[in-house]
Every structure is written in C-alpha cells, then in structure tokens.
C-alpha cells in the first residue's frame, strides 16, 4: 500500500521529466534569441535616428553658410548700386536678422583705417551671418581698393570679383 500511496501523490511520472526539462531549455533559447533579436532591431533604430539628425544638422549648416553667402551678396550689391556708399552708408550693421527662407542673415561692415590718409581707399571688411535651425556660419570678405582701377576687389575662394 505505502507504493501506491507514493504513486498517488506524484504529480509527474517519471518518464515525463526529460521532455519538460528539453521544452524548459527550448523556451530559455526562443526568449533569448528574441531578447538578441530585439536589441539589435533597437540599436539599428538608434543607429538610422542619430544618422537622421546628423543628416540635419549638415543641411542645416550648410543652408547657414548660403544665408551668410547672400548677406555677402547683399552687401557688394549695396555698394555696385550707391558710388557714395562710403558716405551715405557708415560702419556697423547694414541689417541685422533680415528673414530669408526658414532663417535670417545679418551684415556687418567695418571700414579699416589703412593709414595712408585717404580714407576712400581704406580696406572695408564685410563680416555676413546666416542662421538656419541651430547652425550658424560667418563668412567674411575684406575689399581693398585698387588705384589701377578705381574699383574694389573681394577675393572670394579661389575667384576674385571686381565691384565698381
């Protein structure tokens, strides 16, 4: 009788014991390689979002440095259209956050004093900021007056351009 008993209260025969230990190791496997699954997707998710707002942030740089451009641009057309420019126009900020597109530009302009008593010679230093988003960029470009011809020169990158 004492056999029966302790055959009675068992839950489990013995002969099952080997497949739940096979189907326990079997569902340790599948939540690991799940669990491996899942974090590689996320940092591949991670990965293409920081390469996202890099991505952005190089637009946003580069749309700056075309504002800036165009602030340049705006200052040498100022001084083509107006022959008094050094009279009618003075030192300082020609504009200052001027909207263009989705940001603004601004132009500073300081006229350097050379030295050699003739002020209508003197170098003129033309600083343009563009802003865009978080990115801003300066760029800027000094004019020296030539006397061969009467005009001032900027030397811009590789290029010069004549203003007169």
């Keep these: 009788m004492e056999t029966t008993r302790f ?3 068992r839950t489990v025969p013995c002969h099952s014991l080997g497949k739940h230990r096979r189907r326990a190791v079997a ?3 599948f939540l690991s390689t799940t669990i491996l699954v899942s974090v590689i997707g996320l940092s591949a998710l991670m990965y ?3 390469q996202r707002r890099s991505a952005q942030g190089g637009d946003q740089a580069m749309i700056a ?3 800036a451009q165009s602030a340049l641009e705006l200052g040498f057309a100022q001084i083509s259209l107006d022959p008094n420019w050094r009279t009618n126009l003075s030192s300082g ?4 956050d001027q909207p263009i597109g989705d940001g603004t530009l601004s132009l500073d302009v300081s006229i350097l004093n050379d030295g050699d008593g ?3 010679n003197d170098p003129v230093l033309l600083v343009g900021t563009g802003v865009h988003g978080l990115s801003t960029h300066k760029m800027e470009v000094t004019l020296t007056a030539l006397s061969v011809k009467g005009g001032l020169v900027a030397a811009i990158a590789s290029g010069k351009r004549n203003l007169n």
Excluded at 93 to 96: L, P, R
């Design 7 to 9: 055959r009675a209260c």
């Design 118 to 120: 003739n002020p209508d």
């Design 27 to 29: 569902y340790v496997y």
């Design 65 to 67: 440095r075309f504002y």
């Design 48 to 50: 293409a979002r920081i």
């Design 93 to 96: 900020a020609w504009f200052t």
